[in-house]
């Protein structure tokens, strides 16, 4: 499965998506259901962190494998980060059993993080 539309971030199919998401965002954070009226502008000061605000486009339902509107958000740093984090954790402790010497119970039983 690849993991974007046209197989990368820098195909063309990707980068037209892209524009229309910032476009539609009006070149400024979504927000998320943590922080929700974040109205960040791209490539300015962060009003929250002070950092340049660069804007990515968050799968909000971690699948990479799609270019749905419905499906995507414009999210600074800060927004996209909050968001993942979760997700980033998940895979990461599949990682770490997945590499373990050890035999991990959830894998034997099914158990979910």
Request: aromatic share 8%; proline share 8%; with cysteine.
């Amino acid at each position: 499965m690849k993991r974007y539309p046209g197989g990368s971030i820098r195909s063309p199919e990707w980068l037209a998506f892209r524009a229309f998401i910032l476009f539609r965002a009006g070149n400024r954070c979504e927000g998320t259901p943590q922080h929700p009226d974040c109205r960040a502008v791209n490539g300015e000061p962060h009003p929250e962190t002070g950092g340049r605000v660069v804007l990515t486009i968050a799968h909000m339902d971690h699948d990479e494998s799609h270019a749905d509107p419905e499906r995507c958000r414009a999210l600074c740093q800060r927004c996209h980060n909050k968001w993942d984090a979760p997700h980033r954790r998940r895979n990461a402790a599949r990682t770490r059993r997945r590499n373990s010497p050890q035999i991990d119970m959830g894998d034997c039983f099914g158990w979910e993080d």
